[in-house]
């Protein structure tokens, strides 16, 4: 059975980078494989203590797997690989 790699977006209402920061990880995501992924986008505003308890402290941010990985829009290439090294040490 393979496993699942969970990703969530912190985004905010007035955040001019966090559309970005959603059409890139669903652009990866569909690369790496839907089945592979999971992925949600958190307002951190409606869900402001998850946020607080994660360290997310800017938006756009992105955590994988209950990490906060990114603290702001990564390029495409580092989020294919930490993706991809989550995946492998799944594995």
Do not use: Y
């Amino acid at each position: 059975m393979t496993k699942v790699i969970n990703v969530e977006i912190f985004t905010a209402p007035n955040c001019n980078q966090c559309g970005r920061a959603v059409t890139l990880v669903q652009s990866v995501v569909e690369e790496i494989g839907n089945d592979r992924i999971q992925w949600r986008r958190v307002d951190v505003v409606a869900e402001l203590d998850h946020a607080v308890a994660m360290g997310v402290r800017a938006t756009p941010a992105i955590a994988i797997d209950g990490k906060l990985v990114f603290t702001a829009l990564p390029r495409k290439q580092r989020l294919r690989q930490a993706l991809r090294q989550q995946g492998e040490s799944l594995s």
